[in-house]
């Protein structure tokens, strides 16, 4: 199953997303997810189907809290000049943060340098909490989308503390659509690529994490519980750069389309 949230006249709603002719297409209004009550019900509203880019797009996720993974690529560490990390490396991003695909992010005036980072993020599917190491932590996944983990790169080593240079709002670009029909997890490694104004600057395989899946949601889930919503970017390749205004950053990952962000002064 591939969804998407549109930002219809109506308001907004959730559709199932199918391949028609290489095109994705908003196929019919689904049921929103337990977590997010803005949306409205499949029965409140006409439509047509349509190819996805024609609408106006939200982002398919209503979090509680968007919890990163740094430095899950052995290259991106290096590329840093930072440690490899023994235990995964965590932080938030606030949910103000989020920004809908084709939204422009907005530079803020105190930040000389802003990146893109491109990303796989997990959608939690299911409350979880203490996820032991014999668990098969499927179930508690509702599907992946496309996460750019904007960064203050500045403020990010100036801070410490990286939830300012983490957290801007318009930083965290999600989507464009939600999907179960690929499986990072367990065997199935998907590649992950950032070209900026159309040339590719990023390209890693999640079969170079340095922590899988099951291994991130474990740790995350031994001190943190974990909610239907919950968005968790796993990690950058090398190659991440700095972005201008008039920037256009696209983040890929086969069979979850293209997550296409412009970035403007603020
Ligand atoms: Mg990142």
């Known amino acids: ?5 549109l930002a219809l006249p109506e308001g907004p709603v959730y559709v199932s997303v199918e391949e028609r002719e290489g095109l994705l297409w908003a196929a019919g209004p689904l049921r929103a997810p ?17 190819p996805l880019h024609s609408f106006s797009l939200l ?4 979090p509680s809290k968007i919890v990163c993974v740094g430095r899950n690529y052995r290259d991106h560490a290096i590329e840093l000049g930072s440690q490899i990390p023994k235990e995964p490396l965590i932080f938030l991003k606030p949910p103000s943060s989020l920004l809908a695909p084709e939204g422009t992010v907005r530079m803020p005036a105190n930040s000389k340098r802003i990146d893109f980072e491109g990303e796989l993020a997990i959608v939690i599917g299911r409350r979880c909490r203490r996820l032991d190491a014999q668990e098969d932590v499927k179930p508690y996944i509702r599907g992946y989308t496309l996460v750019n983990d904007v960064t203050a790169r500045d403020l990010q080593k ?25 499986d990072p997890a367990y065997g199935a490694p998907v590649t992950v690529t950032t070209c900026l104004n159309g040339e590719r600057r990023q390209t890693g395989s999640t079969a ?25 970017p796993t990690g950058t390749p090398a190659g991440v750069g700095p972005m201008q205004a008039g920037d256009l950053v696209e ?16």
């Open 251 to 266: 983040v890929a990952i086969e069979g979850l389309g293209i997550l296409r962000n412009r970035l403007a002064a603020e």
């Open 158 to 182: 100036s801070d410490e503390q990286w939830t300012r240079g983490k957290g801007f709002d318009t930083f965290c670009p999600a989507g464009p659509l939600v999907s179960d029909e690929i």
């Open 1 to 5: 199953m591939r969804y998407a949230k």
């Open 208 to 232: 170079d994490f340095l922590f899988s899946i099951p291994a991130l949601l474990r740790y995350i889930t031994a001190f943190m519980t974990l909610l239907p919503g919950d968005l968790i």
């Open 34 to 50: 337990e977590e997010d009550r803005s949306a409205l019900a499949p029965e409140a509203v006409a439509f047509q189907p349509r």
């Open 59 to 62: 982002p398919p996720v209503e």
